[in-house]
């Protein structure tokens, strides 16, 4: 499911499903592991995310 999100801190769009559209950035942590934060974009939060 987040194979598709770049991990270079650049935010991107991805759907999942049922649980709508999220705005997502992901991280290369010091350990070599990769950290996913992102916010749903509900019609709320959508006035808030600056997207390209």
Request: no cysteine.
């Amino acid at each position: 499911m987040f194979g598709h999100v770049p991990v270079d801190s650049s935010a991107v769009t991805i759907s999942l499903g049922k649980w709508g559209d999220y705005r997502v950035v992901a991280q290369r942590l010091p350990d070599g592991g990769v950290l996913v934060t992102g916010m749903p974009l509900t019609d709320q939060a959508r006035g808030t995310v600056w997207t390209r």
